[in-house]
């Protein structure tokens, strides 16, 4: 299996752009997370999905994000206007109902620069 | 309250054991992991251990849970340069099987 697919993998756009960010989860999981990592606030769960469904969005940080998740292999998180405080590297995630042990796999990630 | 915390940095030579260690505050935790973030890289799954074990080991990795102090910890067995990479400790409550309590990582720096 290739893993989670993430795209782009660096991003650095102008303040006001709209920016939109893309994850192809493992084939058969269908569980979605989408987190943001930075220096100051470590990793936060901004929301997930399970089959295709968003079900807790409350870490998303304000109206500007949105994200959606259209089908099983396809995801979006969109940022609009985008400001230089969503600078961070955004992470993708998917999991399986099937394992017990409820372990997450995660992208290689999406460097993303406001400027 | 939910809050894992670890040491942010740790540093030992090349073929020394490491020791990464974590402290969780909630008991309802049912399975708790180690994830290793390499520079530029995403966050990559070494190992769990689920509530009710003591130790679980694989290869070089030893994890050791002491439920009553809330206090796990990974080993790593003759440290290399390639372990260098920032460590992640998180758990999962009962009942919030969908969210992951992330530590803030531990930063290992390995040395010759």
């Known amino acids: 299996d290739a893993g989670v697919i993430q795209s782009p993998r660096h991003e650095v756009t102008e303040m006001g752009q709209e920016v939109t960010l893309r994850c192809k989860p493992i084939?058969?999981?269908?569980?979605l997370f989408w987190y943001r990592q930075t220096m100051m606030r470590g990793l936060e769960l901004l929301i997930y999905f399970n089959n295709n469904v968003p079900i807790d969005d409350s870490g998303m940080p304000e109206d500007r994000f949105s994200a959606k998740m259209p089908n099983a292999s396809f995801s979006t998180l969109k940022i609009q206007p985008s400001e230089p405080r969503d600078s961070a590297v955004y992470f993708c995630?998917?999991?399986?109902?099937?394992?017990?042990?409820?372990?997450?796999?995660f992208g290689p990630g999406t460097r993303l620069t406001v400027t | 309250g939910e809050d894992v915390e670890q040491s942010l940095f740790l540093s030992v030579r090349e073929g020394d054991s490491s020791v990464i260690n974590c402290t969780y505050t909630?008991?309802?935790?049912?399975?708790l992991y180690w994830y290793k973030q390499e520079p530029g890289a995403g966050l990559q799954l070494l190992t769990y251990i689920f509530s009710n074990m003591d130790m679980k080991q694989d290869q070089r990795l030893t994890v050791l849970l002491n439920k009553k102090d809330k206090h796990l910890s990974l080993r790593i067995a003759d440290t290399q340069t390639g372990d260098s990479a920032i460590y992640f400790c998180a758990e999962v409550l009962v009942g919030g099987y969908n969210k992951l309590i992330f530590g803030a990582g531990t930063r290992l720096a390995v040395h010759p």
């Open positions: 995630a998917s999991r399986t109902t099937g394992l017990g042990s409820y372990e997450q796999y």
């Open positions: 084939s058969g999981h269908d569980y």
């Open positions: 909630d008991s309802s935790s049912t399975y």
